[in-house]
């Protein structure tokens, strides 16, 4: 997909001083590297970006060199000099400043790209890892929106390009989204919370059974011991949450939460958990025998 980021660009800095510009060119590098595009891809948008940036900069650096021309034009002439004067030499400095911020941005853009897109070390991945969110104990209703949650794990539509079929399920370990796919290269996004267990496994599977306010008995050992799970009455303090999709592999589970703070973090219980509203809205718009994908 081509996009003329001189034009973009130019609309986005038109009447800012350098220190505003800066921002929109980090910005500008921020969505790229937030983007769901391949390394070559990310690299290829971020070297269209950085030569667009050059066009902008050169472009206001000619316009400051032509009011710069301007202003000797005026003292030239014997005028009074004093006000030009100093006109002259805060144009300068806003020129040098300039200057040094656009090699800045030339310089660190594409390596903030770059490094973004790879994989991350894996010293930061165990960390990662070891940050394992408590829950709230059974029993206590932590709410069930999303509501207090950071924008992006929030339920949305967003533009995905994908392969998956339209109405299959996209789980994205990594980067803690649940995607159900629609048509025109778009998809529902959910905010997960994913436990341990479940970090690794396979990749397709499908929707075994749908389960109201699941539960399980108190001789299980272990949440993710499908056999043990049994539809209850409303329990808006079960740690399952609201709704359970079980899929065809014995302890893989998506299911609610009573701690919506979890989102987005590794947990120490169940499987893949949405917060209840979110799991009551995917419940009613998928069926038994939906693939479900997980990516890595």
Known sequence: MDVDYYALITKAVAGKDATARDRIYKDAFG??????????????????LE????RIEDDFAA????????????LSTGRNWRPFAIGAAALVAAIAASALLYVYVAIKGPA???????SSPPKLQRVREEAVMADLKPGVDGG??????????????????TTVV???I??????????LIDNNNSARRYGIGIAQACQKGGSFFRIA???????????????RDTEALQASAGRPGSFLGARALLLDKPGLLIHGTNSPKTIGHLVVSGCIRLVNDDVEDLYRRVSLETRVVFIT
């Open 112 to 118: 903030i790209v770059a490094s973004n897109a790879t």
């Open 144 to 161: 069930s929106t999303g509501e207090g949650l950071p924008f992006a794990l929030q339920r949305q539509v967003v533009f995905y390009r």
């Open 166 to 168: 339209p109405g299959s």
């Open 209 to 223: 059974n749908k389960l109201e306010w699941p539960d399980w008995q108190p001789s299980a050992t272990s949440s």
């Open 51 to 54: 030569d667009a940036i050059r």
């Open 31 to 48: 969505l790229i590297t937030r983007s769901h595009l391949t390394r070559e891809a990310a690299s290829s948008h971020a070297a269209a």
């Open 63 to 74: 316009e400051e060199a032509n009011a710069a021309a301007e202003i000797n034009e005026v």
């Open 170 to 179: 996209v789980v994205d370990r990594e980067n803690r989204f649940l995607y």
